[in-house]
């Protein structure tokens, strides 16, 4: 799968701009602030349907508008397929395939697959559990579309459950019935996700111990662990139940698959607490690699990979051992940004792959 | 609010102006109906005016008597010139199957089959903590209270296939079930609509359907 073209129209500081892209490596050359990050957003955002950096959409027009268009052109399985995005202010997001709008974003989840790698990625490791359940739920999203719709579901229970445990704490009259009835909505999609989180990490572990030790060329395992307050009290009503007086105390809800964790490991050791520097970047390196690795092994298909500053702080030598991994590795289309001009294109010309180079500047953009 | 628009003779107003107090308050007045914008609350307005007076005066007296007059049954909670509406009140109807709905909309709207001769509930929403609506907002004790009279053998839940929805319908049945009251509890069927195309259908309704099929019989 990959992108032959995309189209911006006031989309961050692009005012209107288009691209042609190189089916192998498109190299985003040009200072910083210049909008190569936006450029790769772009692109996520037509897979996605949301942007990888900024949650509200509100502030992804060009300063000074109020709307923006993102049109991309693929290929898919020897089909063109033509998706747009559209944010207009008052009305509802659109994102369209071939001229349909979809009546659900979700439905387009998996469509497109894609991993994006950011340098702020080790944040991964570094901050609280939610970064860690959205990189699960994002991966296993776009495997299973079974699986964002039993979480949509769960999260719409979980905010009423919520709500009403914050009204019972206003007016003091505390509804245990009513309690019992979001339990029993949350069992169903709470079990069906709870699987497919466990099932995924079992999966995923053997793929990223091995992309670990190719990057690293170290001798450790790379693991995670996937942790849940399901796995004290298997009967999420039970669990539920459990803490009702502890939630009737703090009005919300102290337990469930919301508090779901995946914890890092190199070999025994947890990352938090013992890595180094390096072995922190490889380990979210690897991470994201094995994420690829595993959507095109599910997809039978290879997802867009879009690579984001991401020789940022490492030293010449390891900048080499990188490239040459994502030059020789089996991947489809891929995008970076770099600052450096010359360092991709000479490691490029040393081989011989079809690629494309733009050169960045302020929201315009020049074929080199 | 400001409007910039094209009127129908071509030239542009960014605000109406008016010539007069009264035209601006009756246009006000009907502007703040749901559905209802400036532009087309202006050309009711004038309808009115180039109309005799006598007709204002029906169209504000219909108003006026059913906002004093209007009440809600009793016994159902339907709209109601008495204080038992006409449905509750007919004796050819089925007092054992009892049809609880979200709002008078869906009454009228399952009146309008003709598919069914029970008696209505209406609950007044469903239950929303998000939106401040909690089960002692719904008129849900006056419809445990109706079951326990024995009379109801069946209910049927007639309401939106929605979170909320579902939260409504699970909360009535437990607090039939702590009760220990016997009655047979329906949903009506979700599924495939009549004259829909399969595969048009989202991939949920189709799957539910599926799983839920029903044994095909060649007289229906």
Known sequence: ?368 | MKTTTLSRSGYKFANMNFSSKLLENAVDAFASLPGIGRKTALRLVLHLVQQAPETSEEFADAIVKLRKNIKNCQVCHNLSDEPVCEICSNNRRDKSVLCVVEGIRDVMAIEETQQFRGLYHVLGGIISPIEGIGPNDLHIDSLIGRVQTGEVKELIMAISPTIEGDTTIFYISKKLRDLDLPVQLSTIARGVSFGGELEYADGLTLGRSIVSRIPYRKDE
Not at chain 1, 33 to 46: E, S
Not at chain 1, 76 to 83: D, N, P, S, V
């Open chain 1, 1 to 368: 799968m990959e992108i032959t073209q995309l189209i911006l129209t006031n989309f961050k500081n692009y005012e209107k701009e288009s691209f042609q892209f190189s089916s192998q490596i498109n190299c985003l050359v040009g200072r910083n602030g210049m909008g190569k990050t936006n450029l790769l957003d772009a692109i996520y955002y037509l897979c996605m349907g949301k942007s990888y950096f900024v949650p509200n959409d509100r502030y992804l027009s060009l300063h000074g508008t109020d709307f923006f268009r993102i049109e991309g052109h693929f290929d898919r399985e020897e089909k063109r397929e033509k998706i747009v995005a559209k944010v207009i202010p008052k009305k509802k997001k659109e994102l369209e395939r071939n001229g349909v709008p979809y009546a659900k974003l979700s439905e387009h989840i998996g469509f497109l697959p894609v991993v994006i790698i950011i340098p702020d990625d080790t944040l991964l490791a570094t901050e609280g559990s939610e970064a860690r359940r959205r990189f699960l739920d994002n991966t296993i999203s776009q495997l299973d579309p079974l699986y964002l719709k039993h979480l949509i579901q769960y999260q719409k229970v979980l905010r009423q459950r919520n709500a009403a445990l914050k009204q019972m704490g206003e007016s003091g009259r505390f509804q245990e019935s009513l309690l019992e009835v979001y339990d029993l909505q949350l069992q169903m999609p709470g079990l069906y996700i709870s699987e497919k989180r466990e099932a995924f990490v079992e999966e995923f572990n053997p793929i990223l111990a091995q992309v670990y030790r190719t990057i690293s060329g170290g001798a450790e395992t790379a693991s995670c662990s996937y942790r849940s307050p399901l796995q004290k009290e298997p009967d999420l009503m039970e669990l539920l139940r459990k803490h009702r007086d502890k939630d009737r105390i703090l009005h919300r809800t102290t337990t469930g698959l919301h508090r779901d964790d995946l914890v890092f490991n190199l070999d025994e050791f947890p990352l938090k607490r013992f890595a180094s520097q390096g072995q922190l970047k490889s380990f979210i390196l690897s991470l994201k690699l094995a994420q690829y690795e595993l959507i095109k092994k599910n997809k039978n298909q290879r997802p867009l990979l879009l690579l984001d500053d991401i020789f940022d702080k490492l030293d010449h030598h390891r900048v080499d051992h990188l490239l040459a991994l994502l030059l020789d590795g089996d991947f489809g289309q891929v995008f970076i940004t770099d600052t450096d001009q010359k360092r991709v294109s000479q490691m490029i010309e040393s081989r011989d792959s079809s690629y494309r180079e733009f050169l960045i500047t302020k929201g315009k953009a020049t074929a080199l």
